[in-house]
């Protein structure tokens, strides 16, 4: 697996991450433990250094299982692997809606809770990368920021980044502790954090896109008719799975295919190329629970795509009718 930086800070990773995720969280029932830890294992095998969880991926019977599989798996690679997780936010899991709808909490009592349960699941004395989950908007970036600081004083995390930030909160917080990495939602289908591009590259920070295939979908392995369980998968309520959705974006499909079929790729291996061509310090951390796909997202790493390539690309997404996405932004042609 290749590698690269995450912006200007020196921590190296592998060119595709894991998202941990889906083996306990919004993709159907959680994955047996002892499947999901020789899952992550495998991974870590296959040259995969860069792992990504938080403390609220989990179930109401469990809701900090993922942080817990992603500690007792790695633990034999700890020297070799980069462990992002991440704090600030509650789920409402009382309510009936699904996704759970979020209730962000970055109190300075909160995040002290947080970041020392973390350590004891992640069974780490060191968190690599420790992420504001969502912004706070009761609490000044300039304080969680300088509590970034004193955990990275106290050697409990070593760097730190932000979720889902905007550039003002983002220049802010880099004022007072400056940031990795950003882990925003972003893939074809969404496309509104490219935004925040020029302030990354003028700080030097790193841009970690979760969802990079818009939850699955580009992998083009989605047709009509398809139903997920309403009580455990977010995708139920997720509008490019519906029928509506993926008649809408047929064209889209269409040319990742073709061109997938070009480069000698699949679907889902183009559709991280075209965000990993564009900027070295762009990481996708697709998730996944089967080995196959492990071995599919790692390749593409080294499909190469030209400026050429991007910008015909771009423009044919900039033009074509495309459905509402979960997480994004109306395109302009819907």
């Known amino acids: 697996m290749k590698t690269r930086y995450l912006g200007n800070s020196g921590l190296k990773v592998s060119a595709v991450g894991l998202g941990c995720m889906g083996l306990s969280h919004a993709y159907g029932a959680p994955t047996e433990k002892k499947e999901a830890i020789q899952f992550i294992r495998e991974a870590a095998e296959m040259g995969y250094t860069f792992f990504d969880t938080a403390e609220i991926y989990g179930t109401q019977d469990n809701p900090h299982d993922n942080e817990s599989l992603v500690g007792e798996a790695l633990k034999p690679y700890r020297s070799q692997v980069v462990i992002a997780t991440k704090f600030g936010i509650k789920f409402d899991t009382s309510s009936n809606q699904v996704p759970y709808p979020i209730v962000a909490d970055a109190s300075p009592d909160s995040i002290q809770k947080s970041v020392e349960n973390s350590l004891k699941r992640l069974q780490v004395e060191c968190i690599d990368l420790y992420y504001q989950h969502r912004v706070d908007p009761n609490i000044p970036a300039e304080e969680v920021a300088g509590l970034m600081a004193d955990l990275k004083k106290e050697g409990k995390i070593r760097y730190w980044g932000v979720s889902e930030a905007n550039e003002e909160y983002i220049r802010r917080a880099h004022s007072v502790c400056p940031i990795t990495a950003i882990e925003n939602r972003y893939s074809m289908m969404a496309r509104h954090h490219e935004s925040l591009f020029p302030v990354l590259e003028e700080l030097g920070i790193g841009f970690v896109a979760f969802s990079p295939m818009a939850n699955g979908f580009l992998t083009g392995k989605y047709g009509k ?110």
Not at 259 to 280: D, F, H, V
């Open 225 to 334: 008719g398809i139903t997920f369980d309403k009580r455990q998968d977010y995708r139920a309520a997720m509008p490019q799975f519906t029928d509506e959705g993926i008649d809408k974006n047929q064209e889209l499909l269409e040319m990742l295919r073709q061109m997938a079929e070009e480069k000698g790729a699949t679907e889902a291996q183009l559709s991280l190329a075209w965000m990993m061509c564009k900027k070295p310090w762009i990481v996708p951390i697709p998730g996944t629970r089967k080995k196959e796909r492990l071995i599919e997202n790692a390749g593409a790493a080294e499909i190469q795509l030209s400026e050429l390539e991007i910008a015909k690309l771009d423009t044919a997404l900039e033009n074509m009718e495309i459905s509402d996405v979960f997480g994004g932004v109306k395109n302009k042609k819907n």
